[in-house]
């Protein structure tokens, strides 16, 4: 069984607060100090704020060392471009699979989308944005591809920090759940060039309204607030022997 080490534990406590927007876009991270926060040494902290380097989720800041990258508009495009790519890998691996496995990968994603409806109806921001990125995650695991799994959860986290570094806060379209829907849909009917468009337009879409290029970028949204600046890391449980 595998046993994540240190290095993975920090981290992993790094990405999920980036991803939370504990720390937000262009947030330098002073060494010092998270070691401090998390009770860790100076070195497989060094080591794990590397791999987010590698990343890209963080990136160096003039003068005061690493820090929170931020994403431009150019960013958000490159970022969507490789999601499509990636989703539509997935999608053709679950649709050449049994049609016992294309059910029961609809029966998850039909469960993230009716948590996407029940947080449009109440307006919940985070929730709805949570539901967004747990849907993707999930048709992109459904292809059993660790790879494939592995690049989607960086590209979640850039998704996020796209949404932070344009509106400073956590935004999202009101209209997520009954476009997802049209994606279980295509899915469910095994038809795989719907499905490839509808990721397409799906990613195309959100680029659109994310850099505002499209002319009729009036949609109803949901925001709930994020920090301006960095909050502090929990400390970290190191289980025995780590």
Not at 94 to 100: E, F, K, M, P, V
């Amino acid at each position: 069984m595998f046993r994540a080490s240190t290095v993975d534990l920090i981290a992993d406590r790094i990405r999920e607060a980036i991803l939370d927007g504990t720390l937000p876009p262009g947030a330098p991270l002073g060494e010092a100090e998270m070691a401090q926060q998390l009770g860790v040494s100076r070195g497989p902290l060094r080591e794990g704020m590397q791999r987010l380097v590698q990343e890209g989720l963080l990136t160096t800041v003039r003068r005061r060392g690493l820090g929170v990258a931020t994403m431009t508009h150019a960013d958000v495009a490159d970022v969507y471009l490789m999601r499509a790519s990636i989703e539509r890998a997935a999608s053709r691996q679950i649709l050449r699979s049994d049609q016992r496995h294309v059910k029961q990968t609809v029966k998850l994603l039909t469960a993230e989308l009716r948590k996407m409806g029940r947080a449009t109806a109440k307006g919940a921001a985070r929730q709805l944005a949570d539901g967004d990125l747990s849907f993707h995650r999930t048709l992109v695991d459904a292809a059993g591809s660790r790879r494939l799994s592995r690049a989607i959860r960086t590209l979640l986290v850039e998704t996020r920090l796209c949404i932070f570094s344009i509106h400073d806060s956590l935004e999202v379209r009101a209209d997520l759940a009954e476009k997802h829907e049209l994606l279980v849909n295509a899915l469910a009917d095994r038809d795989e060039p719907r499905l490839a468009a509808l990721l397409d337009a799906h990613m195309a879409d959100a680029v659109e309204w994310l850099t505002g290029t499209r002319q009729d970028n009036e949609f109803e949204t949901f925001a709930a607030p994020t920090p301006s600046s960095p909050q502090p890391l929990d400390p970290l449980d190191i289980p025995d022997g780590l």
